[in-house]
Nanobody
């Protein structure tokens, strides 16, 4: 079993940048495909990005493509989400998730979840 803890959220102006971190413990993240999801108030949790076990393959939601970058540092057992050109509609709680299989863009594919970190983008 793996435990996930997100950090790096905060308040930023539109056009700014943030880097979220997801620190894993209990198991190495090399054993998992990792994903980032987000949930805005009153909305369902939605897919943001995923990265394969090896880190060689990534996939993004259209809404963040070209602005966000997912990466992983296996030695630090940490996954990152670099967010640039932030927009007010990016405001949400961001969650990190781990999947024992291949990962993907749907929440039910993931086995483990962190508690989330709040990102607020002001206009």
């Amino acid at each position: 079993q793996v435990q996930l803890v997100e950090s790096g959220g905060g308040l930023v102006q539109a056009g700014g940048s943030l880097r979220l971190s997801c620190a894993a413990s209990g198991r190495t993240i090399g054993s998992y495909a990792m994903g980032w999801f987000r949930q805005a108030p009153g909305k369902e949790r939605e897919f943001v990005a995923t990265i394969s076990r090896s880190g060689g393959s990534t996939y993004y939601a259209d809404s963040v493509k070209g602005r966000f970058t997912i990466s992983k540092h296996n030695a630090k057992n940490t996954v990152y989400l670099q967010m640039s050109s932030l927009k007010p509609e990016d405001t949400a709680i961001y969650y990190c998730a781990a999947d024992k299989k291949a990962g993907g863009p749907t929440t039910y594919e993931y086995d483990y979840w962190g508690q989330g970190t709040q990102v607020t983008v002001s206009s």
